[in-house]
């Protein structure tokens, strides 16, 4: 017989399977005759119930765009600059190359459980049902605070990257910062489908401007600019592959403290991969375009991020002047560099260039971090972590009530209007960069949560539409190193005197998970789930017949391209998207 365990909100079965019609059409699984009330409990909780469901209008090419999007950012063009600057080219590529493995597995980790029953309700679905209600509880949380700090933030880079051209004696930054708002909302208000099309063209201009730079890079160092200077490894060389970090004693010490402070660097600049684990709840067809993003990530790592790097370490070296001032300025063209190298080969007016590209990262980051911010609250509410208001939708699949609580967070971006306060703005930054990794380590605890479950179960691995590779070693290695940069994050903290700002807004974010987790564990009393106790099923039926459904639907697409009729699919599949 099935019953709802009170203390932990977990569905547990027998083996006795039944299929229950639901209002809208749909199917769970399920045992025994639950009652109405119970049935409607069980609808809202999963968020399917009409008035509270959101609309599955991303196809793979927006899923992958949107993972592409969220990867590649101001992290790479700007980011990258005080890491060579502070620790070398070696640290450099090596750090990138490090948190990139991680990353990868991460993304893998959550691509299996994804495929598996994607959840309306992102992470703390997840966590919630194939580990502990508390986890899933606490990683939903800090995951919204993330992108409830991150959207003003990336919204003041805009106004930022703006006063490259006009000042702020001229046009106050409140202005820039109000556009903003009002055009990500708009992109945001009209529907998932126009989100992700308008995400998928931005990510594409990002994709051709970062190979763009990539190409150009490439030209500098084998002396293709206007000074014919064939670099190579040079700065390799000269100054030299590692720079000693400056406050540490020993040589050998002090190049290692290089290569842990580009860690710190590394993770800030793939913070965001992981908001395809919130965007599987809207994908038309998830079995078949997750595990795709998942696979064109890691060649996106390595094309973009590593070869980025060490193209870049080649061009500039870690004492350049310029590079130095670079890493010391505000959000524009002036803090990249990629505009380092370019004025260092005698590259005149691309200055300009850049700071438009810089200005699309930037709009695209913060229509991506609002869109997060809403679907992670709209799914706190319907695993009732939040309140159910912010779970209603409007009829084209919009959480109107999350969407517009997390829009009135934009406004936090005024704070960078006065000068004294931009200084506050950044501590809070720094607050959200830990709060991404306690997001891939929940993911990682999920993971092995759900392995554990499969086994069992007697679930085979081989019988997932996508299975993470590298188990279980890999989840066990990845979620160790997580651990390890989460406690040095902000080391510098204790060097040349004790910056107690630096490690308060470093670090508040372990004592906040911690809190959220305990204090959630002790008020509902729940238990961490027993493999064999954890709800394997329900709803599992559903992208099982959707993923029939796109089966039988792309057979006849095939059967329609042999008669010759092609359509624009194919066309995009055919020489569009090799590149994306």
């Not at 598996?116 to 986890?135: H, K, M, Q, T, W």
């Not at 795709?292 to 973009?304: C, D, G, H, N, S």
Request: positive net charge; proline residues 3%; contains cysteine.
């Amino acid at each position: 017989m099935n019953t709802i365990n009170e203390k932990s909100s977990t569905l547990v079965f027998n083996t006795d399977i039944e299929k229950s019609t639901l209002e809208d059409g749909l199917y769970i699984q399920e045992l025994g005759d639950y009652g109405t009330g119970e049935l409607e409990k069980l609808k809202d909780e999963v968020g399917i119930k009409e008035g509270n469901r959101l609309k599955k209008h991303l196809q793979a090419r927006h899923i992958s765009m949107i993972a592409i999007g969220g990867a590649i950012g101001t992290g790479l063009l700007i980011g990258s600059g005080s890491a060579l600057s502070s620790s070398g080219p070696a640290p450099l590529f090596i750090g990138y190359t490090f948190v990139g493995l991680i990353v990868y597995q991460v993304m893998c980790c959550l691509g299996e459980i994804a495929t598996y029953i994607p959840s309306p309700s992102g992470f703390n679905g997840y966590a919630e049902r194939y580990v502990d209600p508390a986890l899933g509880f606490a990683v939903g949380w800090c995951y919204l605070i993330k992108y409830l700090i991150g959207t003003p933030n990336q919204i003041t880079a805009g106004a930022l990257v703006i006063q490259y051209w006009i000042k702020r004696d001229t046009v106050n930054p409140g202005v820039w910062i109000t556009i903003i708002t009002i055009l990500i909302l708009l992109v945001n208000i009209f529907g998932v489908k126009i989100f992700g099309e308008f995400e998928f063209w931005l990510s594409s201009i990002k994709i051709f401007i970062l190979l763009g730079l990539l190409i150009l890079m490439f030209i500098i160092m084998l002396g293709g600019g206007p000074t014919h200077d064939r670099l190579g490894f040079r700065y390799w060389n000269e100054p030299g592959a590692f720079k000693t970090f400056k406050g540490i004693g020993g040589e050998d010490k002090a190049k290692f403290v290089s290569f842990v402070n580009v860690l710190v660097t590394a993770v800030f600049a793939y913070s965001g991969t992981e908001l395809i684990g919130v965007t599987v709840a809207e994908a038309s067809n998830p079995r078949k375009s997750v595990p795709k993003a998942i696979r064109l990530t890691f060649y996106r790592i390595v094309v973009f991020y590593i070869i980025g790097v060490i193209l870049l370490g080649m061009c500039v070296p870690y004492n350049d002047p310029l590079l130095i001032d670079a890493s010391k300025a505000s959000t524009s063209a002036n803090a990249s560099p990629f505009v380092v190298a370019i004025k260092n080969a005698s590259i005149g007016k691309l200055d300009h260039v850049i700071n438009a590209c810089l200005l699309i990262f930037i709009f695209s980051a913060a229509n991506s971090d609002l869109y997060i911010a809403s679907r992670t609250l709209y799914g706190l509410a319907c695993n009732g972590n939040a309140p159910k208001i912010f779970a209603k939708t409007s009829k084209y699949g919009i959480p109107f009530y999350s969407l517009g609580i997390c829009t009135i967070f934009c406004f936090l971006g005024f704070m960078s209007i006065s000068e004294s306060s931009q200084q506050v703005f950044g501590y809070l930054v720094n607050v959200s960069s830990v709060f991404g990794l306690l997001t891939w380590m929940s993911i990682l605890i999920t993971h092995i949560g759900f392995s554990k479950a499969l086994k069992a179960q007697g679930i085979s691995k081989s019988s997932l539409a996508y299975s993470a590779p590298f188990h279980p070693y890999g989840t066990y290695i990845a979620l160790f190193w997580c651990i390890v940069v989460m406690f040095i994050k902000n080391f510098t903290a204790f060097i040349n005197g004790f910056n107690y700002k630096s490690f308060i807004t470093g670090y508040i974010g372990i004592p906040v998970y911690l809190i959220a987790y305990l204090g959630y564990k002790f008020m509902k009393r729940t238990k961490i789930h027993r493999p064999e106790q954890v709800d394997l099923y329900t709803l599992k039926n559903i992208i099982d017949e959707e993923e029939e459904a796109g089966k039988i639907e792309e057979a006849e697409r095939q059967e329609r391209l042999k008669s010759g009729k092609k359509d624009k699919d194919w066309f995009y599949d055919k020489f569009v998207a090799w590149l994306f």
